[in-house]
């Protein structure tokens, strides 16, 4: 099979790195991308479930932008309700009437949800989520995951990395994912303190195996929430309309107080979410937060056509079914060829291992050998199945993995 | 914890380590040596204990105390010991009086051998030969000097103690030199050559590469997609000793 170069991406890659700190940063940085030789840096065009690279790669895409594009690249629906409102107004000196018929829908669509309040980025969601949650309670203190991802504001990040101080996390308790125990003995030890617990609705971190939650784990956890009067707080940003139109803590059987939606909620366009119980609503109205286009009204437009598509075609159910579809599929292949594949995670955006070395280097090279193939896999992150991924394309994607898998078992004839 | 006390580690245990591979690899300092037989102890009062020992035109260099050292040089104070290193200060010798003419001709002009190959802002045209060495002893110092900031510098302790376990090889192309780090509960243990089925790797594509790399004048996140760096491997090692090797840069005069 015929594999890619990507001279034209790695040349603008070049003139990049002189002109933007790291060249591409954040999420899409190509550091984790191993070996960066076999990944494309640039993008010239996407449609459906498919992109095509500067150097006129074409790939069929499991990342979905990192989550964002749920329903495909250029959806129609979306993008004809997006240039409806672009026509009439985006970013301007008052919110359009959009801005009440989203907010309308979310609290139709989320059980949980009795007000919304948008933003741009998930960080922006999840961080208004925990000033809310201060504001409710007038404590300072919050727990979160290790391991959970919240964004990049200084209370998200390790306090040992560059530009964040210790008393940065000051106030930040790490408990760790299905583990009540340990947020119990915070609560313990923390009479009166904690104003939140912040977490994702399953553990999805990144270079490990994801892990849903434990029998009876979330139940737990609400139960001390309310007895403790602690505020819940669903980061649903990588999860969100995946899993569950309703929240994905519905799909885990619990009630949060609130929920952070971005990625999914907007095919695309820069939407972010922040939804919540009428109990937390007073604390919401008074906590001063916005931003220059927060209130813009295109991404709200796509967000609504977006959610309404999502509804309508029940994508969650189509994601889980084109997951379960495509590892299956590739856990078969693997074994055909010795390898063990193991596949964890919610089906809609599952996460792949190869188990046969335990450092991930035979793994890395796997996805790295599909990528210039064709299929574009990382090796580090959870995938992301979009809805406009089609039976050929997941065809497609078992040759390429046949093939890939056929490279590493020369190259390591002992692994497998 | 200080950072005399840092700077004081790093000076015994990875500055002076680098005497093994000048006497290995260096004419000019293996021709100071001879066949001298010799173990230098250098003791510090409320800090770091290495020794240095010359046998059979080689050169070794350990942690601790020595067991039977010919010379011992006491330092009042980490302080004392950098400003040593600094050659600001001389030390106290509390053994070996009859050898101090060897620490004085000698053992001096190692270490300013050593220092010479440590400098190359100094140096008006650097050779392969001295490319070679540079590019080792720096390789050594950030590997060696990893368990000290490890053990006392709050920020590397912060991201030691949030380490996996596992080792990292480190690599430069086309031959070397190589070191290995180990890490085990926090603690890290470094070591030279390579190691069979590392957990994470970071191979540097040659020398020049390696010596902005180590001395933080690239970025990481550019070198790697540039493919100056690759890595491969349990990235949160790479990640965690990336953080740590920002630190060195702090404690390395």
């Known amino acids: 099979m015929k594999t890619y170069s990507y001279n034209k991406s790695h040349e603008l890659f070049k003139k990049a790195a002189k002109i933007i700190p790291c060249g591409i940063y954040g999420h899409f940085s190509p550091a984790p991308l191993i070996p960066v030789s076999d990944y494309p840096f640039y993008i010239s065009k996407a449609k459906d479930a498919h992109f095509w690279d500067v150097d006129g790669n074409e790939f069929i895409d499991y990342m979905c932008a990192y989550g964002p594009v749920i329903l495909g690249y250029n959806n129609p629906v979306v993008e004809s309700a997006a240039e409806m409102q672009r026509q009439q107004a985006n970013c301007a000196t008052a919110p359009g009437e959009i801005m009440v018929e989203l907010a309308d829908e979310l609290v139709k669509t989320v059980t949980i949800a009795d007000w919304a309040f948008f933003a741009k980025n998930g960080n922006d969601a999840t961080t208004f989520s925990l000033m809310i949650a201060r504001a409710k309670t007038g404590r300072k203190k919050i727990i979160r995951l290790k391991g959970g991802y919240h964004g990049v504001a200084p209370w998200t990040q390790s306090p040992d990395h560059p530009g964040i101080i210790f008393e940065d996390a000051e106030n930040m308790l790490i408990g760790e994912w299905n583990n009540y125990e340990v947020l119990e003995d915070f609560v313990t030890k923390n009479p009166g303190e904690i104003a939140g617990i912040i977490a994702t609705p399953y553990h999805h971190p990144t270079f490990e195996d994801n892990v849903l939650p434990a029998e009876g784990y979330w139940k737990k956890v609400e139960q001390l ?22 929240g994905s803590n519905e799909y885990f059987g619990f009630k949060p107080d609130l929920i952070a939606f971005c990625k999914a909620i907007g095919n695309g366009y820069p939407i972010s979410a922040l939804v919540g119980t009428k109990e937390m609503k007073e604390a919401a109205s008074k906590v001063f937060y916005t931003g220059s286009y927060w209130l813009s009204a295109v991404p709200m437009a796509a967000s609504l056509a977006t959610i309404l598509e999502i509804k309508e075609n029940n994508v969650p159910e189509m994601l889980a079914e084109k997951g379960k579809k495509l590892t299956g599929g590739l856990q078969k292949i693997a074994k055909r060829h010795g390898f063990n594949l193991k596949v964890t995670g919610h089906p809609a955006m599952p996460y792949l291992r190869l188990t046969d070395d335990p ?31 089609t039976d050929t394309d997941i065809q497609k994607t078992f040759e390429i993995a046949d093939d890939a898998f056929k490279t590493i078992k020369k190259n390591h004839p002992h692994k497998s | 914890m200080s950072a005399q006390k840092i700077k004081a580690g790093i000076n015994l245990h990875a500055i002076l380590k680098n005497l093994e591979d000048l006497v290995a690899f260096d004419d000019d300092a293996r021709k100071l040596i001879g066949n001298r037989k010799m173990c230098i102890r250098f003791s510090v009062k409320n800090g770091p204990e290495a020794w240095v020992k010359f046998e059979k035109g080689k050169c070794t260099v350990g942690r601790g105390k020595a067991p039977k050292p010919n010379v011992i040089l006491w330092f009042s104070s980490c302080e004392h010991l ?27 002009q190692l270490t300013k051998r050593l220092e010479y190959f440590l400098r190359p802002e100094n140096v008006e045209k650097l050779d392969e030969h001295y490319i070679k060495m540079n590019t080792n002893f720096t390789l050594t110092i950030a590997a060696y000097a990893l ?27 086309p031959e070397g030199p190589d070191v290995y780090l180990e890490i085990k509960a926090g603690k890290i243990t470094a070591g030279k050559g390579k190691i069979a089925h590392p957990d994470a790797m970071m191979i540097m594509k040659d020398a020049h590469v390696a010596n902005d790399f180590l001395n933080g004048k690239t970025d990481s996140f550019t070198a790697i997609a540039l493919g100056d760096v690759m890595i491969k491997g349990q990235i949160p090692i790479l990640d965690g000793i990336n953080l740590m090797l920002d630190r060195v840069i702090n404690y390395v005069s």
């Open chain 2, 147 to 173: 368990p000290e900031i490890a053990l006392f510098d709050e920020r590397a302790k912060f991201t030691a103690s949030h380490l996996p376990d596992g080792t990292l090889q480190m690599e430069v192309l």
């Open chain 1, 225 to 246: 929430c309310k007895q403790e009067g602690i505020v819940l707080i669903i980061d649903d940003v990588r999860t969100g309309f995946r899993l569950d139109v309703r």
């Open chain 1, 359 to 389: 450092s991930l280097m035979l793994h890395q090279e796997w996805c790295g050998e599909c990528t210039k193939r064709g299929a574009y896999f990382t090796s580090h992150h959870n995938w992301f199945i979009s809805a406009a991924l």
């Open chain 2, 82 to 108: 950098n400003k040593m290193f600094d050659g600001k200060a001389n030390p106290i010798p509390l053994k070996g009086f009859t050898k101090l003419s060897f620490l004085q001709k000698e053992f001096t």
